[in-house]
């Protein structure tokens, strides 16, 4: 089992937070969970091996070009057979660049990519199989995002302007009033939880939930500083309000995570 990142190139950074390569030759069956992210991404199974997710107690097999909406509580997957995979992991707030529907709806699912945006999709899957080099594989998607980019050139203002806000909610982990925030950025708290949440799939207060919770894997995955330590850097009132919240995301407690982390969960903790 072998993950490997990829920067973008300068011309989709401000889009891309990576690309990744999962690769595992080994037949075998396991399960996982995935834990929210914050982000949304796109992933091109190029392998033979099959995925599935958990769907209200029942597991389904994913597609072979899996969109991945904002996971907002654990979600648990399965897998059997030898994988290549190559995934496309989106900015917060810059999905909004890339697909023309109100992200919200793609929301704690796996959608197939060819039945939102068609034969585009469909098309690069089919060259990704026929390249073997990841060098050029990445090739390939990036000409295919930068074709996409240039669709949406228009919806350029109010995405920046999310992103904008983001960045000063990230900065500030502590400021959790929706009416503060909308003030500062000289807008209503309304259309504040309107635009976050069209463009992000996440509404304020989950985006400022889920990027504590991100920062607090980091810190446990360290194992270098008590859980009370932890809670403060990242923002929570005290050592049981951030447990409470990181079980919500997890199913399972700090002490728990820092005992059983997968290879999974390990590699995209970024």
């Known amino acids: 089992m ?7 190139s300068p011309a989709l950074r401000p889009y891309i937070r990576h690309y990744y390569i999962f690769e595992s030759n080994a037949n075998i069956a ?24 958990e769907v209200e107690n029942e597991f389904y097999k994913n ?5 991945w909406g904002q996971i907002t509580k654990p979600l648990a997957i399965r897998s059997k057979g030898r994988h290549a995979m190559l995934g496309i992991r989106f900015l917060t707030h810059s999905a909004a660049y890339f697909f023309d529907d109100e992200l919200g709806v793609f929301n704690n699912r796996v959608t197939d990519l060819s039945d939102i945006i068609g034969k585009p999709a469909k098309i690069l899957h089919a060259q990704l199989l026929e390249e073997t080099a990841a060098e050029r594989r990445i090739a ?8 996409r980019l240039s669709r949406n050139e228009k919806r350029s203002f109010s995405i920046d302007k999310v992103a904008h806000i983001l960045t000063s909610i990230k900065n500030n982990a502590a400021e959790t009033n929706i009416s503060n925030i909308a003030t ?14 069209q463009h992000t799939g996440l509404s304020p207060k989950s985006f400022n939930k889920i990027h504590r919770f991100q920062h607090s894997l980091k810190l446990i995955s360290r194992n270098d500083q008590p859980f009370t330590s932890i809670a403060y850097e990242c923002g929570y009132f005290d050592q049981s309000h951030f447990i409470r919240d990181f079980k919500s995301f997890t199913g ?19």
Do not use: C
């Open 2 to 8: 072998e993950f490997k990142h990829f920067l973008p």
């Open 30 to 53: 396991f399960e996982d969970t995935v834990f929210p992210s914050g982000d949304m991404e796109v992933i091109f199974n190029l392998g033979e091996g099959a995925w599935e997710a």
């Open 63 to 67: 597609p072979l070009i899996e969109l």
């Open 140 to 147: 390939l998607v990036e000409d295919f995002l930068i074709k």
């Open 184 to 197: 500062k950025h000289g807008i209503t708290p309304r259309y504040l939880q309107k635009i976050i949440y």
């Open 252 to 270: 399972i407690t700090p002490s728990a995570y820092l005992e059983n982390n997968s290879p999974i969960t390990q590699a995209f903790v970024q």
